[in-house]
C-alpha cells in the first residue's frame, strides 16, 4: 500500500537533502531571517549554520516533489524582516509556505 511520508528538517544538512530519495512533502524549518537572528533563536551547532540553511533551501528547487518552507515567526522576536523570509524562500522556489 501507499505510505505518505513527511519529512522536516532544520536545514543543516544539506548533502543529505541533496540525496534524499522523494519524500511525499519536504518541509525545511526557517527560524529566523538572518544570520544573527538565528544564532539567537536557534543556537545552531554548526558555525555556519546560516550558509548551511540557504544551500539546504536552493537544493529544494531541484528535488522535483513537493516541498515546503516552514516558518517560524514570532512577534517581538523574529518578525521584523518579513523580506528576509522572503529572500529565503525564493532560494528554494516551494511549492508551498506554512506560517
Sequence with gaps: REISTFLV????????IESLRPVT????????PTPESLIEID??????A????????SCLKDKGQRT??????????NSDDIDGY???VALGKCSLVEV
Design 86 to 88: 522572503a529572500k529565503l
Design 50 to 57: 546560516w550558509e548551511r540553511l540557504k544551500y539546504s533551501l
Design 68 to 77: 515546503v518552507a516552514r516558518l517560524t515567526v514570532v512577534k517581538g522576536w
Design 43 to 48: 543556537r545552531p551547532l554548526f558555525n555556519d
Design 9 to 16: 528538517t532544520n536545514g543543516q544538512h544539506p548533502k543529505a
Design 25 to 32: 512533502q519536504l518541509y525545511v524549518s526557517v527560524d529566523a
